[in-house]
């Protein structure tokens, strides 16, 4: 089946500016001695923001631009950091904020919005602080909890060529997830009668000196946003694994580290430790400063990762899938400032942190750095959104974040997260945190819990004749379009068609403001939260979280056509926004024309924002010029991106918006070209909260 109409790839826009009204953050700026942790780190304190001046920022005038996304005090914030040279100084010009809302900040927002991020760590619950008063000896057994093995780096080869390589090598990340109905109660670690192997705790026979350190000053940041993460599989077997807290609910780790296909797919339960030590090494007794989480709502890796996982090496192109979030019922409470994620960093010099099994021939439980540069052969890896460090690993380490420290300011960032290593040698790799993953990193970044709805609800907006997955020469997309101004989330309850019984419910992950993402039903079947019998059709009933529309998308392999079926108990009234434009990208088989029809007795002159679908973000302008009365055009997406300066790089679908209404309507046609077939793809059902 050519599945080319689903994927897209994000691109996402330089700094944006605005000038909405004034955004005051009152908080009093912290003394720099209050971001001091370590005697061997400087002490965090605010860029030099003598040149800061908004107004005469411009590209020529930019050094350079940090895109960084963090939660501070329990909310979270997203903006882009221009730097100007003064001499070989690189001082902060401009805060262009993008979450919560797309402005530049003042230079006095500026320096309360960093105080705040460089606040980060600092413990909500103030005893914790106090090792001894509330730390628990947890006693761990190496021999039930074993290190997740670690990953190797293989070549790759025409005969090992994976499914997500051979498919499309810059395919972007797309999530696929696991509901959890219910968490255990229990505080005991996740345990497996199954004996350890011996590869798993090996310490690393490196060709030069293994010089991780031990960390036991764990409450201090960013410490404290490391966790000790052990997970127990379908089939059997508990592996322990490294996870970094990225807000009050989700923890990042390595995908390998909650998907495994030889283990029966997604795991089954998992417990994380944040902050966890070993007082004396090798004595087998950890300790738990803030205690342990294991109400696990949702676990998200990616769609690729999936079809994937379960071997022991990986080409370097399939690494980039890598990740995974876990997502809790329940928040971390020890604090409400996390470390801030920076995407598509190239500083060569990173902190890996990280739980590994055996250091220096000894049991280890507690967390250990190695500080490193990138290897000679990571410039390559780059392009394959991996970057690779001189820092040893073993088994345990795996999920680890990879920390980049900024020298100007001490303040420390997420820049990636370790997926492979060598034994023998001070290499260790992993994804890249990036423009290419920044959507599905930052739409786990700010996920939350959402209110459960019953399974028996059939409440919210109806949608009809959606195909399950047993109709084996068809396959129904399920296509959500978030019109509103914020992230948001679609509940989907799917039913018999036949006997209106409804069957389970789907949670769908994050969904970022004017962006639109399609879902197969496979995927919504397969991660509803609850198992079922799937009926031939379903009815379905959709609630979201936002304003917008869904569309019901029918793909038949027997002659590769691609059918618009959105019947529902609402009827579209938007006759300005077409969702999920093939860019042209998809020239090649369903290339998109729209028509554009002005219906008033006099001329328009419309102009239409052309939006990337995944991300959200403005990609251009195309300008028809004067429409007569009554008369309509129609004009290929191709020509509508070269008149707009559009090009794709990446992105396979167009969210397409009048900048202004007008008295007519907008039409999107597809041409199924080996049918020989045009398609109406406008129609779509409308969605409010």
């Given at each position: 089946m050519n599945t080319s109409f689903v994927r897209r790839r994000g691109e996402f826009a330089r700094p944006r500016c605005s000038g909405a009204a004034s955004f005051v953050i009152a908080i009093a700026l912290i003394p720099t001695a209050a971001f001091a942790e370590n005697a061997d780190k400087p002490a965090r304190h605010l860029p030099n923001m003598s040149s800061y001046n908004c107004a005469a920022t411009s590209p020529t005038t930019t050094a350079s631009v940090r895109h960084i996304g963090q939660v501070i005090k329990g909310h979270y914030s997203e903006w882009y950091e221009s730097f100007a040279l003064n001499?070989?100084?690189?001082?902060?010009?401009?805060?262009?904020?993008?979450?919560?809302?797309?402005?530049?900040?003042?230079?006095?927002?500026?320096?309360?919005?960093?105080?705040?991020?460089?606040?980060?760590?600092?413990?909500?619950?103030?005893?914790?602080?106090?090792?001894?008063a509330t730390a628990a000896a947890t006693g761990a057994t190496p021999d039930k909890v074993q290190a997740e093995p670690l990953k190797h780096l293989r070549e790759p080869t025409a005969s090992s060529a994976t499914t997500a390589t051979q498919s499309d090598a810059a395919f972007a990340p797309l999530?696929?997830?696991?509901?959890?109905?219910?968490?255990?109660?229990?505080?005991?670690?996740?345990?497996?009668?199954?004996?350890?192997?011996?590869?798993?705790?090996?310490?690393?026979?490196?060709?030069?000196?293994?010089?991780?350190?031990?960390?036991?000053?764990?409450?201090?940041?960013?410490?404290?946003?490391?966790?000790?993460?052990?997970?127990?599989?379908?089939?059997?077997?508990?592996?322990r694994c490294t996870a970094t807290l990225v807000s009050p609910y989700v923890v990042l780790t390595a995908g390998h580290c909650v998907h495994n296909n030889t283990r029966g797919g997604y795991i089954a339960s998992g417990r994380v430790y944040p902050g966890q030590y070993q007082a004396n090494a090798g004595d087998g007794t950890a300790y738990d400063p803030y205690a342990s989480k294991a109400d696990i709502a949702s676990v998200q890796t990616t769609a690729q990762w999936t079809q994937i996982s379960g071997s022991d090496s990986y080409a370097i192109t399939d690494y980039k899938y890598?990740?995974?979030?876990?997502?809790?019922?329940?928040?971390?409470?020890?604090?409400?400032?996390?470390?801030?994620?920076?995407?598509?960093?190239?500083?060569?010099?990173?902190?890996?942190?990280?739980?590994?099994?055996?250091?220096?021939?000894?049991?280890?439980?507690?967390?250990?750095?190695?500080?490193?540069?990138?290897?000679?052969?990571?410039?390559?890896?780059?392009?394959?959104?991996?970057?690779?460090?001189?820092?040893d690993a073993t088994g345990g380490n795996s999920g680890g974040p990879f920390i980049y420290t900024d020298p100007a300011t001490g303040q420390d960032y997420l820049v990636g997260s370790l997926s492979?290593?060598?034994?023998?040698?001070?290499?260790?790799?992993?994804?890249?945190?990036?423009?290419?993953?920044?959507?599905?990193?930052?739409?786990?970044?700010?996920?939350?819990?959402?209110?459960?709805?019953?399974?028996?609800?059939?409440?919210?907006?109806?949608?009809?004749?959606?195909?399950?997955?047993?109709?084996?020469?068809?396959?129904?997309?399920?296509?959500f379009y978030n019109d509103s101004a914020a992230a948001g989330t679609v509940d989907v309850t799917l039913a018999n068609s036949a006997t209106g019984t409804p069957l389970a419910t789907w949670h769908s992950p994050s969904?970022?403001?004017?962006?639109?993402?399609?879902?197969?039903?496979?995927?919504?079947?397969?991660?509803?939260?609850?198992?079922?019998?799937?009926?031939?059709?379903?009815?379905?009933?959709?609630?979201?979280?936002?304003?917008?529309?869904?569309?019901?998308?029918?793909?038949?392999?027997?002659?590769?056509?691609?059918?618009?079926?959105?019947?529902?108990?609402?009827?579209?009234?938007?006759?300005?926004?077409?969702?999920?434009?093939?860019?042209?990208?998809?020239?090649?088989?369903?290339?998109?024309?729209?028509?554009?029809?002005n219906t008033a007795s006099s001329a328009v002159s419309p102009t239409f924002g052309i939006f990337n679908a995944e991300t959200g973000d403005r990609l251009g302008t195309y300008a028809p010029g004067q429409l007569a009365a009554n008369s309509q055009m129609s004009v290929a997406v191709a020509a509508m991106e070269t008149a707009a300066g559009i090009t794709p790089n990446g992105v396979y679908h167009y969210n397409i918006k009048a900048d202004a209404s007008f008295q007519g309507f907008i039409q999107h046609l597809l041409n199924n070209q080996s049918a020989r077939l045009i398609a109406d793809m406008t129609e779509t059902c409308p969605m409010t909260p």
């Open positions: 001499g070989t100084e690189q001082r902060l010009a401009c805060i262009s904020l993008i979450q919560p809302t797309s402005r530049q900040l003042s230079a006095d927002e500026a320096k309360a919005l960093l105080t705040d991020s460089y606040a980060v760590g600092t413990p909500t619950n103030t005893a914790a602080m106090t090792r001894g999530p696929a997830s696991k509901t959890f109905q219910s968490a255990s109660s229990s505080n005991a670690k996740s345990t497996d009668t199954t004996a350890a192997p011996a590869s798993s705790y090996e310490a690393p026979a490196t060709a030069g000196v293994d010089d991780r350190a031990p960390v036991t000053a764990t409450q201090t940041y960013p410490w404290n946003t490391v966790a000790y993460f052990t997970a127990t599989y379908p089939q059997g077997g508990s592996y890598d990740y995974s979030a876990v997502m809790f019922s329940t928040p971390f409470t020890h604090t409400s400032t996390f470390i801030p994620v920076l995407y598509s960093n190239t500083a060569s010099t990173v902190t890996s942190a990280g739980y590994p099994a055996v250091v220096h021939g000894a049991n280890a439980y507690g967390l250990y750095t190695d500080t490193g540069s990138e290897t000679s052969r990571s410039a390559g890896y780059r392009s394959s959104h991996v970057r690779e460090f001189g820092v492979y290593g060598d034994e023998t040698s001070d290499q260790s790799g992993g994804p890249w945190y990036d423009s290419w993953n920044q959507a599905l990193i930052s739409s786990w970044v700010t996920w939350t819990p959402v209110k459960e709805t019953s399974a028996a609800s059939t409440d919210g907006l109806r949608v009809a004749s959606v195909f399950s997955s047993t109709q084996s020469d068809m396959l129904s997309f399920l296509r969904l970022p403001a004017h962006s639109s993402r399609q879902f197969s039903i496979t995927e919504l079947e397969s991660n509803a939260d609850t198992s079922f019998t799937k009926p031939a059709v379903y009815s379905l009933s959709v609630r979201p979280t936002f304003a917008g529309n869904v569309q019901n998308v029918l793909w038949r392999n027997v002659n590769a056509t691609l059918n618009n079926l959105s019947a529902c108990d609402t009827h579209n009234t938007d006759a300005m926004t077409l969702v999920d434009v093939h860019s042209s990208l998809l020239s090649n088989g369903y290339p998109s024309s729209v028509i554009i029809y």
